[in-house]
Nanobody, 129 residues
Framework: QVQLVESGGGLVQPGSSLRLSCAAS????????IGWFRQAPGKEPEGLSC????????YYADSVKGRFTLVKDHAVNTIYLYMNMVKPEDTAVYYC??????????????????????WGQGTQVTVSS
């Protein structure tokens, strides 16, 4: 059974750092396109970062570029989102996503979470003082 499970969310202060984890089971992430997106209350899902092959560049949305980093750890079949200098506007439920098409999967400014086949259940991040 294909499953993605996020963890690491919580309540943090503005300017702090956070690491979100997304553990995959039932499949190997090696050849999958991967990504993170978020959804704030009353807003559409926002694609934050994606990478569709080992050799491809990692895409970052302007809203998180320079602050967030997407990392895939093949050894533990997990992807991470390192979040630095978080802001109140980063408050949202964060989801990881994966797609078996790998390098053929969409990734970039036109990427939408619905383009990927597998999503996790989400983890809440609240940034507040």
């Amino acid at each position: 059974q294909v499953q993605l499970v996020e963890s690491g969310g919580g309540l943090v202060q503005p300017g702090s750092s956070l690491r979100l984890s997304c553990a995959a089971s039932g499949f190997t992430l090696d050849n999958y396109a991967i990504g993170w997106f978020r959804q704030a209350p009353g807003k559409e899902p926002e694609g934050l970062s994606c990478k569709n092959s080992r050799d491809s560049a990692t895409y970052y949305a302007d809203s998180v570029k320079g602050r967030f980093t997407l990392v895939k750890d093949h050894a533990v079949n997990t992807i991470y989102l390192y979040m630095n200098m978080v802001k109140p506007e980063d408050t949202a439920v964060y989801y990881c996503a994966a797609d078996p098409r790998g390098s053929l999967a969409p990734c970039g400014s036109s990427w939408r979470p619905a383009h990927y086949d597998y999503w996790g259940q989400g983890t809440q991040v609240t940034v507040s003082s």
